[in-house]
C-alpha cells in the first residue's frame, strides 16, 4: 500500500481503531468483547477465497499492506509481518519497519504484528538460534514507540527448551507454536523433519502431541499472554520442489483436522492459525475441512471465547480390550444455554467412558456436525473412536 492509497481511507474510518486487550487467561478483547482468534496464513487459491473464508468463519487472515482493503471488504482482521532490525543494518531496517508500520497503524483491520517466524530454528542444527531474542525484543521495543496500541505475535517452532524460549517474551503479546503431524511413513528427507519423518520432538508420535505442544507453550508464556496453535493445512511432500513422490502426498483428514482443532481448544489455547494452503493444489480437500471446522467454531464463537468453568467430574473408564493412556481430556465454557462439555479421545485406541458430575445436569444435547441429539442425562456414558471429539451442551443442573 502507498502512502496516496492509505490516504484514502475515509477519516471516520481511520478513527475507529480498535481497542485491544489480552485478559488475564491470554483471551483478546477486541473493543472489550472477548474473540476466540480462526485465523489463516494463507488463503486458498480462487477468486472468491476472501469471501469463503469470512462466510466460514475465519476472522484473522496473515495479509500485506496492500491487503488491507481486502480485509474491510469483507469484514476480517489481519496481521502483518514486519521481519526485525538487525545488527549491522539497523538504518536499512528502522526505515523499512517505520514506512509500514506508518502506512498501516491508522487501519481498523490490523490486529496485531509480527516480526520474524520461528526465530529459534535452524534446520539440523538443533543448538542454534536463528534470530537472537534481543533482536526480537528491540524491534517490539522500535515499533511499540510509533504504534502503542497494538500487541505483537511470535511464533515459535516445536522445539527448543521452554527456558530459551522464554527469553523471546519480552518481544511479544501472543506467543504460538507450529505442529505438523500427519506424515506418511517413509518419507524421503525434508527440510523440517526429524531424520524419522516426524516435525514434532515429543515421544508422543500421533496428533494428540497438539494438546502437549499446547500445554508447551502456556508454560512459556505464563499468565498475560495469548496463546494460539498454529496447525497443518498441508501434506508434506507438497513442500518438496522436485521429485515429488505422489504415493507420499498425505492430507489430514477431516477427523483429524477436527481433533487437532478441538485438543488445542480443550487446553486452554485463545487461537488456532492455519499454515500450508498455499502449497496445496485446487482440487486438495484440506479447504473443505477447514470450512466445516471454522463454521463449528462461528456457531460456538460465544463459549470458545468465554473462561473455563470449573466442574468437578468424575470419569469412569471401561474396558474396551485396551490399556488407557492418556484417555479423555476435557473442558467445559459457559453459554447462553447451558454449560458446554468438549471432550476429545487423546488416546489411538477406542475408549469407553461415563461423566458424573455432583450435581447431575437435566439434560445432555450432543453436538454433532448433522444434528444435535438431546436426551435426559443423570450421568453420561459415551464412547469415544480413536482421536474423536464429542460436544455435548449441558442443560440446567438440577439442585439438591
Not at 10 to 32: T, Y
Not at 58 to 77: K, M, T
Not at 101 to 118: G, K
Not at 338 to 343: D, E, K
Amino acid at each position: 500500500m502507498t502512502r496516496r492509497e492509505f490516504l484514502a481511507l475515509p477519516p471516520a474510518l481511520a478513527a475507529r481503531l480498535p481497542s485491544i486487550r489480552i485478559e488475564g487467561d491470554g483471551m483478546l478483547a477486541i473493543d472489550g468483547k472477548r474473540t476466540f482468534v480462526v485465523g489463516l496464513y494463507q488463503l486458498p487459491r480462487g477468486a472468491d477465497a476472501w469471501r469463503q473464508a469470512a462466510q466460514a468463519g475465519f476472522n484473522v487472515v496473515r495479509a500485506s499492506p496492500a491487503d488491507l482493503p481486502r480485509l474491510r471488504e469483507n469484514g476480517l482482521y489481519g496481521w502483518i509481518a514486519l521481519g526485525s532490525i538487525r545488527r549491522g543494518r539497523e538504518a536499512e531496517d528502522e526505515t523499512r519497519i517505520r514506512t509500514t508500520v506508518e502506512a498501516c497503524r491508522h487501519d481498523p483491520t490490523l490486529l496485531f504484528w509480527e516480526t520474524e517466524d520461528e526465530p529459534t530454528f535452524v534446520w539440523q542444527k538443533p543448538d542454534a538460534l536463528r534470530v537472537p531474542p534481543e533482536q526480537i525484543i528491540r524491534t517490539r521495543r522500535f515499533v511499540a514507540k510509533l504504534d502503542p496500541a497494538r500487541p505483537f505475535y511470535l511464533n515459535h517452532s516445536p522445539t527448543h527448551l521452554e527456558s530459551t524460549l522464554r527469553l523471546y517474551n519480552e518481544g511479544a503479546e501472543i506467543v504460538a507454536t507450529d505442529i505438523y503431524p500427519v506424515i506418511p511413513t517413509g518419507i524421503r528427507p525434508l527440510y523440517a523433519l526429524w531424520p524419522e519423518g516426524r516435525h514434532g520432538d515429543l515421544l508422543n508420535c500421533y496428533i494428540s502431541q497438539v494438546g502437549q505442544y499446547a500445554d508447551k507453550m502456556r508454560r512459556v508464556a505464563g499468565r498475560g499472554r495469548a496463546v494460539f496453535m498454529v496447525l497443518q493445512a498441508f501434506a508434506w511432500e507438497n513442500l518438496r520442489e522436485k521429485s515429488r513422490d505422489l504415493r507420499m502426498v498425505l492430507y489430514p483428514t477431516f477427523e483429524e483436522t477436527r481433533f487437532m482443532a478441538w485438543q488445542a481448544v480443550v487446553h486452554g489455547v485463545n487461537g488456532v492459525l492455519y499454515w500450508g494452503l498455499a502449497h496445496n493444489p485446487p482440487d486438495a480437500p484440506v479447504w473443505g475441512h477447514l470450512q466445516s471446522i471454522a463454521a463449528e467454531f462461528r456457531l460456538l464463537r460465544q463459549e470458545l471465547a468465554a473462561q473455563a468453568v470449573r466442574l468437578d467430574l468424575e470419569l469412569e473408564y471401561h474396558d474396551t480390550g485396551h490399556s488407557l493412556d492418556r484417555g479423555i481430556e476435557w473442558l467445559v465454557k459457559s453459554g447462553r444455554e447451558g454449560l458446554l462439555l468438549v471432550a476429545v479421545n487423546a488416546d489411538p485406541n477406542p475408549v469407553e467412558v461415563t461423566f458424573r458430575a455432583p450435581a447431575p445436569w437435566r439434560s445432555a444435547e450432543e453436538l454433532r456436525v448433522a444434528a444435535p441429539r438431546a436426551s435426559p442425562a443423570q450421568a453420561l456414558r459415551a464412547r469415544f473412536e480413536p482421536f474423536q471429539v464429542r460436544i455435548w451442551r449441558l442443560r440446567n443442573q438440577t439442585r439438591s
